[in-house]
């Protein structure tokens, strides 16, 4: 996120938790992320929580920075990343959220170059962090997800072939309780997901449709103590046509989980550059890599 720093960047403090999406006040929010069309690293002033009446359209090259400061956004609707680059989410709590059309925190068309990081998610109607329209190099990390049905889906739907594209790093998250389902389900693309801590499931944790690409490394798996004990799922399957590439590298598991892999083919690196390579450690560093997940 190089070109999120600079002489050019300007700091905006938040200090009022209104909204207002028709004439966005200067010291809101929405202000900082919405109209100012520059560089912009937007701090706290104070504790708040922000109801949104709409979603929150994030411009480039912005970075929503909660540190020193207690920052809740609840009740309504949420974030939107829609045609953005550059943009860093960390530090915030998000919840109660309701449902919206067009979505969740991340939707709509094609975003790039986005870091979601050490953020608390949790309880809301719909998913928590969706990836979609063709929206591709993402990092999830150190974040923790807790309390919800449907938690991350990476990819708009199973006709949109765009995401084929889509490549996401999910790392360091801390998964439960209480989660269900898509931790993450991925269509069509590919997903890094390593040294993250899995606390139970209903359904399943990772799940994937229309042949997506799935590199599971040293991640922790630990089972519900009753109920359904693989981690995978796949909609499906390969005499009608789907194909999928579920490779498990270096996890492990406990209480009774199992990993159903591809079996044959090898699942693609994830083609970082220099300046986006990180060592992914053993399993048995998980608890202590995810001690500090979601908000500082």
């Known amino acids: 996120m190089m070109n999120n720093i600079g002489?050019?960047?300007?700091?905006?403090?938040?200090?009022?938790?209104t909204d207002d999406p028709i004439n966005?006040?200067?010291?809101?929010?929405?202000?900082?992320?919405?109209?100012?069309?520059?560089?912009?690293?937007?701090?706290?002033?104070?504790?708040?929580?922000?109801?949104?009446?709409?979603?929150?359209?994030?411009?480039?090259?912005?970075?929503?920075?909660g540190r020193g400061a207690n920052v809740h956004i609840a009740h309504n609707a949420c974030f939107m990343i829609f045609k953005a680059t550059n943009v860093i989410i960390h530090n915030v709590r998000?919840?109660?959220c309701k449902a919206q059309a067009p979505g969740l925190v991340m939707g709509a068309i094609t975003a790039s170059k986005i870091w979601i990081d050490h953020n608390?998610?949790?309880d809301c109607e719909d998913g928590l962090l969706d990836v979609t329209r063709g929206s591709t190099d993402v990092t999830v990390s150190n974040n923790w997800f807790r309390n919800q049905d449907k938690v991350?889906?990476?990819?708009?739907?199973?006709?949109?072939?765009?995401?084929?594209?889509?490549?996401?790093?999910?790392?360091?998250?801390?998964?439960?309780?209480?989660?269900?389902?898509?931790?993450?389900?991925?269509?069509?693309?590919?997903?890094?997901?390593?040294?993250?801590?899995?606390?139970?499931?209903?359904?399943?944790?990772?799940?994937?449709?229309?042949?997506p690409s799935l590199k599971s490394q040293s991640n922790l798996f630990i089972a519900p103590e009753s109920g359904n004990?693989?981690?995978?799922?796949?909609?499906?399957?390969?005499?009608?046509?789907?194909?999928?590439?579920?490779?498990?590298?270096?996890?492990?598991?406990?209480?009774?989980?199992?990993?159903?892999?591809?079996k044959g083919g090898r699942v693609p690196k994830p083609n970082y550059s220099e300046e986006q390579y990180f060592k992914v450690l053993d399993a048995k560093s998980v608890r202590f890599l995810t001690r500090s997940s979601g908000v500082l």
């Open 24 to 65: 966005p006040k200067p010291g809101t929010l929405r202000y900082g992320a919405s109209v100012i069309q520059q560089k912009v690293w937007i701090t706290f002033k104070r504790d708040m929580k922000i109801t949104l009446a709409k979603p929150l359209l994030i411009s480039s090259f912005t970075a929503i920075d």
């Open 94 to 96: 998000i919840h109660d």
């Open 120 to 122: 608390t998610l949790q």
């Open 229 to 262: 004990k693989e981690v995978t799922w796949r909609k499906g399957n390969s005499e009608n046509g789907n194909m999928w590439e579920f490779h498990s590298i270096g996890d492990a598991f406990e209480n009774g989980a199992s990993f159903t892999v591809t």
């Open 152 to 211: 991350m889906l990476l990819g708009h739907d199973d006709g949109y072939i765009r995401d084929q594209n889509m490549k996401v790093t999910v790392v360091y998250n801390h998964f439960g309780p209480n989660c269900n389902q898509r931790m993450p389900r991925i269509r069509h693309g590919y997903a890094h997901v390593a040294n993250n801590l899995y606390q139970g499931w209903m359904q399943y944790a990772i799940g994937g449709s229309m042949g």
């Open 7 to 17: 002489s050019d960047l300007i700091h905006y403090e938040v200090i009022d938790p």
